[in-house]
């Protein structure tokens, strides 16, 4: 099922009630929206970012609304079919004032909220005149049924007339909001701006630790992607702006004003769960890590034996033909997978402790992400780049606690932002990162790793990472960093630096570089397999690395992986385009040759790929192995009966080169045992070739 549409803050649909609806059923629906508002504490009320007051009188107000449904329903007769105008009316206001005082105590939204403290004041304003023409248009048979319904319903639309007429933001609203915009004059003009002012908003809002600094970041970023995502239009680009700028005043209190990362936050959002949850988060992290591929779940469900595996890798095992759970090796009733609701809830505030959002970004926000390239007004660029040379600062002289939240808050700056990494390479991140990979802190170096990952996707990064003399020291991180991902991070790299012709040539002459990838590639775990498979790929663009890779036994490394794979497995689908890449060269297409067994395998695969772009990588391959080495390849071809299949399906439904392929390997095939079913001595025709031409 896709993931619903997310609603954007501070819009209000509602659900008008249809015509047709009776009146008993809409005064209970209304007792109950009416019951939801006015049961809201004076505490989750007075813990509001903006508008305290006003809320505590819209609540108080739908109090006194419950009542008066409470004395309808008891005391007056059945309302009849005119009063259900009124109490539609009444529904809609409801829902939309429900809404609204959601998205004012929606958790990581508070700054947001307190900078539209106009507009969610004008939002009330609206609502409460709402209710109160809602109670001027209820019959007057439904009020009158007792005195108290009559004067109460008059006394709740003079008191919300009032209150809407009187409803300002609060003032203590408006002065965090001043300083707010101080601060965003002072990143406009390039100047730091003064940490009481900064105190004094994350005060207002309570933003009181490094963790809710993340969670309003997190926020804000989503609601960038979303309107990057949605088109432009006037107040979408000056909503943009003020985003940008939050993002850029979030990230300089989190990096300036909070000297670490301290456990205090995450234990807070521990004490957030449902109880039986909170201990978990402690004690057994490797229970929300999927069996499969053994990463944390994003998107948990529960297969039929009760087990709990990741959608995705849960999916791909079944359509490679598995019906057993892979835990259990029970046999599965259904392929049905129902979401694990508190597993997700688990693993979203375990992400949010470390300021991650639960979910990647998607397609769309991938490419929402590449708009990022510039700044979203002068104060966004201004504080990213102010944060910048702070984080740098801690880089190059912080004490060893300092460096360690410098390196994690430079791995989060440059992850999903194209401008901030612009910004980090721009204040010579890319040296000290590389300075850091020695560290025998692990998180350190993780963190190096991680961050150079990000800044190697920036054509200036890669260009900062080879200047630096970084290379060698990537390989090194490949082959001896202690943390696994670390390791696979750092293979990463090398596929980015490869897409440089030049970058690919140094790297290729590095005499460690070919065997450390083919080493992780036969050792590796699924990621870093996927890494260094990618990144040998970008290698072979070079002539040199060919000879290395065959040397260093990576045509045995990718057998391996096609030994151990499901035909539509993405791992056995790299291994035939690398064993494909190889085979362009004499050299690897005869070491291919050197096990039958491998050519068995590959046919094999053929035949069993359901996709297009498997099929089309053996064909390739097959045909390079053809051209190379000729007759000892022909004929063990012509011996598989499963080939001949496959070829004419790809020559009927594969793309136009990989029918030319298939063509040429066929009638190379028809051809060579013609040849060898005629005689040597035969004369040799005079009328026409007898090879079968497809």
Partial sequence: MAPRPRRRMLALPAVYPCEAIEPAPLLASLISLAADIAGLRAADVDALPALRGAAREAVRIVGLVLVLLDGIVRDAPAPDQAAVLGLSELHVALQKLRLLLADCARKGARLWVLMNAELSASELRVLLGSVATAMDALPGDVVRASADAEELAGLVSRQAWRAASRLRPDPEDDRAARAVRSVLARFASGVSPDAEDARLVLACVGVDTWLDCSEEAAFLEAELLERLETGSDSDNDNDLVLIGGLMAFLLYCRVVLFDRIDDSGKAATANRLPPRWAAGVNLNLEALQCPITLELMTDPVTVATGQTYDRASIKKWIKSGCRT????????RSAELVPNVAARAV??????????????????????????????????????????????????????????????????????????????????????????????????????????????????????????????????????????????????????????????EEISRMPEAVPTLVRLAREGAYRGRKNALVSLYGLLQCADAHGRAVSAGAVDALAGLLGSSAGDDDLALDAVALLARLAEQPAGARAVMESSELVTRLVDLFGEAASRSAKEHCVALLALLGRHCGDKVLTLLGKLPGLMPAL?????????????????????????????QTPASAPAPTTGDRVIHV
């Fill in 648 to 676: 004419y399906a790809v020559i009927a439904d594969g793309t136009p080169q990989a029918g030319k392929k298939a063509r040429w390997l066929v009638n190379e095939i028809h051809r060579h045992y013609e040849q060898r």
């Fill in 347 to 504: 693993i979203e505030q375990l992400l949010l402790s470390r300021g991650v959002p639960l979910h990647e970004p998607s397609s769309k926000h991938r490419c929402a992400v590449d708009k990022t390239a510039t700044p979203f007004g002068a104060a966004a660029a201004g504080g990213v780049r102010l944060s910048a040379a702070f984080l740098m600062a801690r880089l190059s002289s912080g004490a060893p606690e300092d460096q360690k939240k410098a390196t994690y808050e430079a791995r989060k700056l440059s992850k999903r932002n194209v401008f901030y990494r612009a910004c980090l390479v721009e204040a010579d991140a890319v040296p000290w990162l590389l300075h850091l990979l020695s560290s025998t802190d692990a998180s350190v170096q993780d963190n190096s790793v991680a961050g150079l990952l990000n800044l190697s996707k920036h054509p200036a990064g890669r260009r900062a990472l080879v200047e630096a003399g970084g290379l060698g020291l990537v390989v090194d991180a490949v082959n001896v960093a202690a943390k696994v991902e670390a390791r696979q991070n750092a293979a990463a790299i090398l596929f980015y630096l490869s897409s440089n012709l030049e970058y690919c």
């Fill in 325 to 332: 759970c892979p835990v259990t090796g029970e046999r599965l």
